[in-house]
C-alpha cells in the first residue's frame, strides 16, 4: 500500500472515529449492549444491492433489511443491477445470520447479513466493488470495538477495490447513491450520463436502458460531454430516469 493510500484510508477511519455526536441506539429497541444481535431467517426477496426482505424464524412476515455501513448503487444508476443480481446471486432463498445493529427509517433492520459459509455480504458487495463504506449519521457513534474493527475492515476492502479498479471504480467518476438521491430531490436540471459515454441524456432517452448517472447540466459541460442529438436534453428538464 503507498502512502497515498494509507492516507487515504486513515483519514476516513479518523473521520469516522471522531465524529460520535449522535446516539447509535436512541429511541429504538436495540439496546448498546446488543450491538450485532444475531438472529436467523430466509432471504425472501432482493430489492437491490443492499436491502432484502428476510422472513426471521418464529415470524410470518418478512422483514426489510438494510445492509449496515454500506451503500450499493441504486437500481437506475449504472451498475445497480449488477450490485442487486450480486446480492441476489449469493442470498436469494438462502439461510443467513442477520446481526442487527440499529433499527432505522422506515421501519428496516440495519445488520450485517451473514451466510451459511460465514462470508459477510456486506463485506462481499464491498470487494467487488458493488457498494461503498458509508457512513451516515446513523453509523457514526462506534459504540463497541466490534463496530469499530467492522468500519475498519469496510474502509480497507473499499480501498482495495478502488485501487484493484473492480466493478464501479472502472469508472472516472463514480457516482454514490446518496449523491444521485440527493440530486433526484432538487429542482435544478439534472441529466444523466453513462459509464463510457461522451453525451449527456435527458430522462427516457433510449440510450439510458442499462441505467445512468444524475449529474447537473454544469457538472455535465465541465466534463466535456455533449447534449445528446436523440434526446435533445438542453430543451428540457431533467428529472429521475
Known amino acids: 500500500m503507498c502512502l497515498k493510500q494509507y492516507m487515504h484510508l486513515c483519514y476516513t477511519l479518523m473521520f469516522c472515529l471522531l465524529a460520535g455526536a449522535v446516539p447509535l441506539f436512541a429511541a429504538t429497541e436495540i439496546q448498546p449492549e446488543d450491538v450485532f444481535l444475531p438472529v436467523e431467517g430466509t432471504v425472501v426477496f432482493v430489492g437491490d444491492g443492499d436491502t432484502l426482505t428476510v422472513r426471521l424464524d418464529g415470524h410470518e412476515k418478512g422483514s426489510i433489511i438494510r445492509l449496515y455501513g454500506v451503500d450499493a448503487p441504486e437500481l437506475k444508476q449504472l451498475w445497480g443491477r449488477e450490485a442487486r443480481d450480486f446480492t441476489a446471486k449469493m442470498v436469494q432463498d438462502q439461510r443467513v445470520v442477520l446481526e442487527i445493529a440499529e433499527k432505522g427509517k422506515y421501519n428496516r433492520l440495519i445488520a450485517l447479513v451473514v451466510l451459511e459459509d460465514g462470508r459477510c455480504l456486506n463485506e462481499e458487495l464491498v470487494k467487488a466493488g458493488l457498494a461503498w463504506f458509508h457512513h451516515p449519521p446513523v453509523f457514526l457513534t462506534l459504540p463497541d470495538d466490534k463496530q469499530k474493527d467492522q468500519l475498519h475492515i469496510f474502509a480497507k476492502q473499499m480501498l482495495e477495490a478502488k485501487t484493484?479498479?473492480?466493478?464501479?471504480?472502472?469508472?472516472?467518476?463514480?457516482?454514490?447513491?446518496?449523491?444521485?438521491?440527493?440530486?433526484?430531490?432538487?429542482?435544478?436540471?439534472?441529466?444523466?450520463?453513462?459509464?463510457?459515454?461522451?453525451?449527456?441524456h435527458a430522462k427516457g432517452c433510449p440510450v439510458l436502458k442499462n441505467g445512468a448517472d444524475a449529474l447537473s447540466l454544469k457538472v455535465a459541460k465541465a466534463r466535456g460531454l455533449r447534449p445528446c442529438q436523440m434526446c435533445k436534453p438542453d430543451a428540457k428538464k431533467g428529472t429521475a430516469p
Not at 472516472?172 to 461522451?198: E, I
Request: hydrophobic share 25%; charged share 30%; proline share 8%.
Open 164 to 200: 484493484e479498479k473492480k466493478g464501479l471504480w472502472r469508472g472516472k467518476f463514480p457516482l454514490p447513491p446518496w449523491t444521485h438521491r440527493r440530486r433526484k430531490s432538487h429542482g435544478r436540471t439534472t441529466v444523466f450520463a453513462t459509464l463510457r459515454g461522451a453525451c449527456y
